[in-house]
């Protein structure tokens, strides 16, 4: 089906005005085919989803057929909301729920369960992750930002890009790390001897990465041979894996994490990485801030307590 348009404004972007035109086709499946060649402005293909057009302008687009590959079934998937307006949802996440679906996956996810819960997310973002601007391992647990209208995901992804968004987490790491704070700065790419991972270690095609740490308790039985540390950890950027990376580099793996050398020693009660997203601060539109935090996941203060942790109950 191609969709045609006589343009009735004065000057605006290729892709906002499709997307007006047509609300039922995200802005970012616009842009892909704006950029795939499937639209012509004045019977000549145009490839920059930011070329101007005019009044009187004629506009003939061409949308490309969605893969049933890629189709996303509603989910009645439970959400815990912890913020809902202005467009922002801030979802705190449980271990185990993947994002959004990858090859031939075709279970429950958040994005499925974004599809259930808000019926109007289907026109933001891209087709396969609606409202979704980052995300968090299968086995990391909490906090996670989602758009629920195209200007607010706009908003995100030029936040996340510019470095404008915060991010704490909690984890466990192996061994005792002896500097109260520290600043990881070593860029990550995916590694050459195995696609699961990414590596500091001379990666594919580098990315810089900023890690900030500080020692929040030091665990472990005293004149025993195995020591953790309790870390609160800011990302500074967004690299796939990043947190783990880089801890694995200076030698503390993530506890229970299999991928990357966090499998050490076995603690009970953890059956997955001690990694926890606690808190997000993103600023609106407006000017205004918003911060959500979320409670340390149970099985994770579990382990906390099993080793005697005094500062679990505050986390």
């Known amino acids: 089906m191609a969709y045609s348009f006589i343009v009735e404004a004065l000057k605006t972007r290729l892709d906002k005005y499709l997307a007006e035109q047509l609300p039922s086709i995200s802005r970012s499946q616009i842009q892909r085919d704006i950029e795939g060649g499937l639209v012509e402005v004045n019977g000549q293909p145009i490839a920059e989803s930011k070329f101007v057009v005019r009044l009187s302008d004629k506009i003939v687009y061409r949308p490309r057929k969605n893969g049933s590959d890629r189709e996303i079934k509603p989910t009645n998937t439970p959400l815990k909301v912890l913020y809902n307006n202005h467009g922002l949802i801030i979802i705190d996440k449980p271990a185990g729920l993947t994002v959004h679906p990858g090859a031939g996956f075709k279970g429950e996810t958040l994005a499925s369960a974004l599809l259930y819960h808000f019926k109007d997310i289907h026109v933001v973002g891209e087709d396969h992750r609606p409202g979704i601007v980052h995300r968090l391992d299968k086995d990391t647990s909490g906090v996670m930002l989602a ?68 020692v929040l308790e030091h665990l472990g039985e005293e004149g025993g041979v195995d020591k953790y540390t309790l870390l609160l950890v800011k990302l500074h950027t967004g690299r796939t894996h990043q947190i783990r990376v880089h801890l694995a580099s200076i030698s503390h793996p993530l506890m229970g994490d299999e991928l990357y050398g966090g499998m050490k020693v076995r603690l009970e009660h953890l059956h997955r990485q001690f990694l926890h997203a606690k808190k997000i601060e993103v600023r609106l539109p407006d000017g205004t801030w918003i911060e959500a935090e979320s409670v340390l996941a149970d099985d994770l203060r579990k382990v906390l307590v099993s080793l005697n942790s005094e500062v679990a109950s505050n986390l």
């Open 147 to 214: 758009a629920r209208t195209p200007e607010m995901y706009e908003h995100l992804k030029d936040a996340f890009a510019e470095r404008k968004i915060k991010k704490e987490y909690v984890a466990l790491v192996y061994g005792h790390v002896e500097k109260p704070y520290g600043l990881i700065e070593a860029p990550i790419g995916k590694s050459k001897h195995d696609f699961r991972k990414q590596t500091t270690k001379d990666p594919q095609d580098p990315k810089p990465a900023v890690t900030e740490y500080q």
